[in-house]
């Protein structure tokens, strides 16, 4: 079965601090994996998107990385601020089908003064 | 460019009543989406249109209807609406086919059932 699996599943930081987010699928085949920010009360937002070809992607403070052998992608956030405040969500598509994206539950990060 | 809107913001009913959840879009894309965003749960696809006047079933498409009359629109429907529908509804587009294009998400519907 397809699955994305985040982890912490919350996260509470201090402003400045790094944090790193984990996801783990079991899509397949593969397409692509992209991390999306929600803010409270809103959609989600684009931050990174990465084929099976990249490793690594950045967006400012956000960097995105992609181990397509063992299934497993990170984001990790430097210096954060108080409005990094949100969930971030793993998103995977398959390649079969590229209309189907396959969700996270996301991880809710809380970032304080 | 207000890009992905969604009307109404929130909305209450009784079980039993019908609505109707309408999202617009103004970037000229030919896919739409409708999910919902349950607790604890990654959303859900409802139903989707790869163009105008198409529509097909999504992975939770029971109790729901959908339109797609016009390019810029895609309307959910709710026709007798039951307490599991209590969720929040999320509308997105993306200009094309290929999974590579980024879905542009609305701002949701947080919707009630009673």
């Known amino acids: 079965k397809n699955q994305v699996e985040q982890s912490p599943q919350s996260l509470i930081i201090l402003e400045g601090k790094n944090c790193t987010l984990q996801c783990n699928y079991t899509v397949s085949p593969f397409s692509n994996l992209r991390w999306y920010k929600q803010d409270t009360g809103r959609g989600p937002v684009s931050l990174t998107i990465?084929?099976?070809?990249?490793n690594t992607k950045s967006n400012g403070r956000y960097t995105a990385t992609l181990d397509a052998d063992t299934k497993q992608s990170s984001l990790h956030i430097t210096a954060s601020q108080l409005s990094d405040s949100a969930s971030y969500i793993c998103?995977?598509?398959?390649?079969?089908?590229?209309?189907?994206?396959?969700f996270g539950t996301g991880t809710r990060l809380q970032v304080f003064p | 460019n207000a890009g992905v809107t969604q009307t109404p913001k929130f909305r209450v009913l009784k079980t039993g009543q019908s609505m109707t959840l309408l999202c617009a879009q103004d970037?000229?894309?030919?896919?739409m989406y409708w999910y919902r965003q349950d607790p604890g749960m990654g959303l859900r696809l409802i139903h989707y249109s790869v163009g105008e006047g198409t529509t097909a079933k999504g992975e939770v498409p029971d109790g729901y209807n959908v339109s797609r009359l016009k390019k810029q629109n895609f309307l959910l429907g709710l026709e007798s609406a039951a307490p599991s529908q209590t969720s929040v509804y999320f509308c997105a587009s993306k200009v094309g086919m290929g999974s590579y294009n980024e879905q542009f998400f609305g701002p949701g519907t947080r919707l009630t059932v009673l």
């Open positions: 990465m084929t099976f070809s990249e």
């Open positions: 998103v995977v598509s398959a390649s079969y089908n590229t209309d189907k994206l396959i």
């Open positions: 970037m000229n894309h030919e896919y």
